[in-house]
C-alpha cells in the first residue's frame, strides 16, 4: 500500500509525504493504520483522530480530510489529506 499525505494552509501544501508498506498477512485496516502513522512521522505531526466522516470518504474515494480540529495537539495547519493510489 502506497499512501500520501499532504499539508495544507491557506489552501497551499507546505508538505507532503510518501510511505509505503507491504505485508501479505497484515488486513488493509491494519495497513491503513500503519501507513497513517507512519506518514505523521514523516510529516512529524501528531496522528489525528479518525471520524466516522473519515471511514465514509475513504470509502468512497480512497481519501480523506482531517481538520486542525481533528488533533488533540495543537498544529498550524488548515487541513491534512491522506490519499492511497
Same mark, same amino acid.
Given at each position: ?16 509525504? +510518501? ?6 498477512? /497484515?488486513? !488493509? @485496516? ?8 507512519? &506518514? ?10 479518525? +471520524? ?6 475513504? /470509502?468512497? !474515494? @480512497? ?8 488533533? &488533540? ?13
Amino acid at each position: 500500500m502506497k499512501l500520501y499525505g499532504k499539508i495544507f494552509k491557506e489552501a497551499k501544501i507546505i508538505r507532503e509525504a +510518501l510511505v509505503e508498506r507491504e505485508d501479505g498477512k /497484515a488486513s !488493509y @485496516r491494519d495497513l491503513l493504520e500503519g501507513c497513517l502513522i507512519d &506518514v505523521c512521522r514523516e510529516l512529524e505531526i501528531p496522528v489525528p483522530l479518525w +471520524l466516522k466522516k473519515n471511514t465514509s470518504e475513504y /470509502a468512497a !474515494y @480512497r481519501r480523506t480530510f482531517f481538520s486542525n480540529e481533528q488533533f &488533540v495537539e495543537k498544529v498550524t495547519f488548515d487541513k491534512f489529506e491522506i490519499y492511497v493510489e
